[in-house]
């Protein structure tokens, strides 16, 4: 599990370096310019302006959830007067770094915003890892016109704990509705339009925002979602709440706060003592300790039988998946399915103990194919392309303006952090990213290693996804046209250089019609 968990580590421990470079000073008798200012709800915001952008960063968006508001749902935030927005704030406690006291939001605008799009930008990261910091909105800001603001959420046992009562999970999730609430009423202090919301979000963050699209609460705080390789209908990203609560009791157990008042028990626990019990995922495909939960009041229901009964909220979707999600993870995947092709069926054994014998034929090993690849396959099929497919026909079919894309760039930058003499990825996990917001993602990818082809295919899906941001329509004069989704004859974008089309049969060509039977997504 601390394998197959590494990647976010090491990939958050390259992405730390973006964005928090100091600023330099002005060079000897020049003056320098007047620090931009925002007027809000609590205060004044004091920002700073970098290559044509403003940046407010770190602001509060509640107050610190600690003490009696661990667990809680964010409060109103309590600070006044005049507020320095130049630095990041903590990041959201994960793996025995950060704060609780980390709710705060990034605003990248242009100088002269006014009613702007607004994009408000979720980070991933198996709900364990991640920080809004590590994604820069200046570039959309810049380029594109729109607000972008980056959100901090509570994460692992901090954000998704379910322990009867003294949570039912989801404080996360509220955290997000909380930001977007903040965002309403600040909107025209920031220059953006408050009926014009794109909640957009990749891997955890996108089906952060799916599981949200279940909620009746959220009505109305976002007119349009963007999900980029992250799907609620994978059951990686939920659970019942009673499975959530019993995991609950053994960890409140595990810190003697079984008995007599519990809520007082857990919240006065150390972050230390809290950090030490140690929490896993379901199984070697399933590395999410804490996923969001269903049942509770905020998500009533599971999120896939919301839609696949035609509910849910009625927001334009763009949502779609990388072609070769799964090979990212390959270097931490079991140290078996690195050898002998003969040593194959062992490896399905052991991630699919009880499915061995159909993936065998389902995925069979191509003729210079090791293992590894192969469950790599077979991983971007369960994980991302079905359940992501399944939920496109769904909103589709409920009548919901719905865009679905497949990013196939077979060569895209690759800086994965801590491994070398990595083979050719593909169009690996978090590979778009650097495609879609302009600005380098350590440890991921940067657009300045981009091929003519690849830096235009950039250009390409940047007025795709701000086209979408602005109307709700991604097409414009000049691309190549994307029209919605028609489930009954369903044809996806395929994003690749210089040679962006749509095409059938995904569905096929991942296994979909096996893993939604296997998985019970009707």
């Known amino acids: 599990m601390k394998r197959w968990l590494a990647w976010t580590t090491l990939t958050l421990a390259g992405l730390a370096q973006l964005g928090l470079a100091p600023l330099g000073l002005a060079p000897l008798g020049l003056a320098q310019a007047a620090a931009p200012q925002l007027q809000v709800e609590q205060g004044t915001l004091s920002g700073k302006a970098t290559d044509g952008v403003q940046q407010f960063l770190g602001v509060p968006f509640a107050a610190p959830p600690v003490g009696p508001l661990r667990w809680q749902p964010p409060q109103p935030p309590v600070w006044s007067g005049t507020h320095d927005a130049t630095a990041f704030g903590p990041v959201c406690a994960q793996g025995g770094a950060g704060s609780e006291d980390c709710l705060t939001l990034n605003i990248y605008r242009p100088p002269n915003a006014k009613n702007a799009p607004l994009v408000v930008w979720v980070h991933g990261g198996f709900f364990t890892g991640g920080d809004a910091s590590l994604f820069d909105g200046s570039a959309l800001a810049r380029e594109r016109g729109v607000v972008v603001v980056t959100v901090n959420y509570r994460l692992g046992l901090y954000g998704f704990l379910a322990v009867p009562g003294v949570t039912d999970g989801n404080a996360g999730l509220h955290d997000l ?39 009746p609460s959220a009505a109305g705080l976002f007119q349009k979602a963007i999900l980029q390789s992250g799907s609620c209908a994978a059951p990686i990203f939920h ?104 040593l194959y069926r062992a490896g399905l054994t052991l991630i699919h103990p009880l499915q061995a014998r159909a993936l065998g034929g389902r995925y069979p090993l191509r003729s210079d194919e090791q293992p590894i690849r192969a469950v790599t396959r077979l991983l971007t099929d369960q994980v991302f392309a079905c359940p992501t497919s399944w939920l496109a026909g769904k909103l589709a079919g409920a009548g919901m303006p719905t865009y679905f894309y497949e990013f196939s760039d077979p060569r895209p930058p690759l800086q994965l952090a801590g491994k070398v003499n990595v083979p050719n990825l593909g169009a690996y996990h978090g590979a778009e990213l650097a495609y879609v917001l302009d600005t380098p993602v350590v440890g991921v990818a940067n657009p300045a290693q981009f091929s003519p082809a690849q830096a235009k295919l950039a250009a390409q899906m940047g007025e795709y996804w701000t086209n979408f941001a602005r109307s709700g329509q991604p097409a414009s004069l000049g691309l190549t046209v994307w029209p919605t989704l028609n489930p009954a004859f369903p044809q996806v974008m395929t994003l690749e250089p210089g040679a962006s089309a749509l095409k059938p049969n995904f569905d096929g060509r991942h296994q979909c019609d096996y893993w939604n039977a296997a998985e019970g997504r009707p």
């Open 177 to 215: 509705l909380g930001a977007l609430r903040w965002l309403r009423q600040n909107a025209a202090s920031i220059g953006a339009d408050a009926g014009n919301v794109t909640l957009a979000g990749q891997s955890a963050g996108a089906a952060a925002i799916c599981t949200l699209l279940a909620a």
């Open 239 to 342: 659970t019942p709440l009673n499975d959530a609560r019993r995991k609950g009791e053994v960890f409140a157990r595990a810190l003697r706060c079984d008995r007599g008042d519990v809520a007082a028990c857990l919240r006065g626990k150390s972050r230390a003592e809290l950090d030490a019990v140690r929490l896993t995922g379901r199984s070697p495909v399933d590395p999410v300790p804490l996923p969001p939960v269903y049942g509770d009041a905020l998500i009533p229901r599971r999120p896939q039988d919301v839609f696949a009964q035609g509910q849910g909220l009625k927001v334009a979707v763009l949502l779609g998946i990388n072609r070769d999600e799964g090979q990212i993870f390959e270097p931490y995947l079991p140290e078996l399915l690195r050898g002998s092709r003969a």
